[in-house]
Nanobody
Framework: EVQLVESGGGLVQPGNSLRLSCAAS????????MSWVRQAPGKGPEWVSA????????YYADSVKGRFTISRDNAKNTVYLQMNSLKPEDTAVYYC????????WGQGTQVTVSS
């Protein structure tokens, strides 16, 4: 059974940082790309970032480029999203996704950026 469990969300002030983690199980983690997608209140899902199976290629939405960094540790079956210089518009539920033939999603972790 595929499981994706996100953690690391919380309430932070603008300009601060958070690191999200997504622990994966139930599939060959290193073989698949992983993504982060977020959904803000009242809005549709927004793709944020992706990383290939080996970790050598990363991709970012323009809205987070230069502030967020995606990485993965294939020995720990975990993907990370380091978020720096957070803005109120980054407030959302953040989901990780496994880009397997059938896409799997985690349950999400809430990130709130507010003073």
């Amino acid at each position: 059974e595929v499981q994706l469990v996100e953690s690391g969300g919380g309430l932070v002030q603008p300009g601060n940082s958070l690191r999200l983690s997504c622990a994966a199980s139930g599939f060959t983690f290193r073989a698949y790309d992983m993504s982060w997608v977020r959904q803000a209140p009242g809005k549709g899902p927004e793709w944020v970032s992706a990383i290939d199976g080996g970790g050598g290629s990363t991709y970012y939405a323009d809205s987070v480029k230069g502030r967020f960094t995606i990485s993965r540790d294939n020995a720990k079956n975990t993907v990370y999203l380091q978020m720096n210089s957070l803005k109120p518009e980054d407030t959302a539920v953040y989901y990780c996704a496994a880009e397997t033939p059938r896409r799997y999603w985690g349950q999400g972790t809430q990130v709130t950026v507010s003073s």
